[in-house]
């Protein structure tokens, strides 16, 4: 199963069992519902700055604020990505897979994948998802099975660099140029957009894909405040 890294518990990676996701627990949810909000970061704002977004034990604490001007500093402007953009990402569950997939789906829609699928698994959902860029984390020990499956699709391959406290860099392991000269600005996303596609698969041996808006992942995050 897919945890969304934003609804639900704290980022804790003491077990394997154990929740990794952002957390919203302290949120004024009677102050969020008054609030003008578009995305799920809009929200951040109404908590105290010093609070704690997420905890892991191979990483020092994160608040809110750092959440917040790191992704506001425009992180993934080389990469020139529009808000039509896909990207699949590769990553192993943990605490730079929720800041990445936070980050991503500001700029672009964002699609979660298994790390451990097969190369054939793992470049038929990059086609059926029409992506335009496949994510993995540098020294991932499936990172030639990824490679080959974005090569087999013609997407761009991206290396997520991690930092501490789950933030992090984005390079190119091939040396090629982004897929675009120049940064396409955009008013930014609206409610209505998608911002995360998630693999489903039903009564049907084919998978789907499922989008969740901005707008569902905000009032989502509201419910369980």
Sequence with gaps: SMRLPWLSGLINESTASAPLAWSTPDMDAAAAQQHD??????????????????????SPPF????????VDS?????????PSDRVCSVLPNGIHAACALVTFAQ?????????????????SMIEGLAADAVLSLHGQTCNTAIATAAAESMALTLE??????????????????????QQIKANGPSREDP????????????????????EGIAVGALCIA
């Design 37 to 58: 909000f578009t995305t799920y970061l809009d929200l951040v704002d109404l908590r105290a700055g010093t609070m704690q977004a997420c905890l892991a034990e191979t």
């Design 195 to 214: 911002a995360v596609l998630l693999h489903a698969v039903g009564t049907a041996a084919k998978s789907r894909l499922v989008p969740l808006t901005h």
């Design 160 to 181: 997520l660099m991690p930092a501490p406290q789950g933030l992090f860099t984005v390079a190119w392991r091939e040396r090629r140029a982004p897929p675009r000269t």
């Design 107 to 123: 700029v672009c829609i964002c699609s979660p994948a298994n790390p451990n699928l097969s190369v054939a698994e793992l470049a």
């Design 74 to 82: 425009d992180p993934l402007a080389p990469l020139c990505l529009a």
């Design 63 to 70: 608040s809110c604020r750092q959440l917040k001007q790191f």
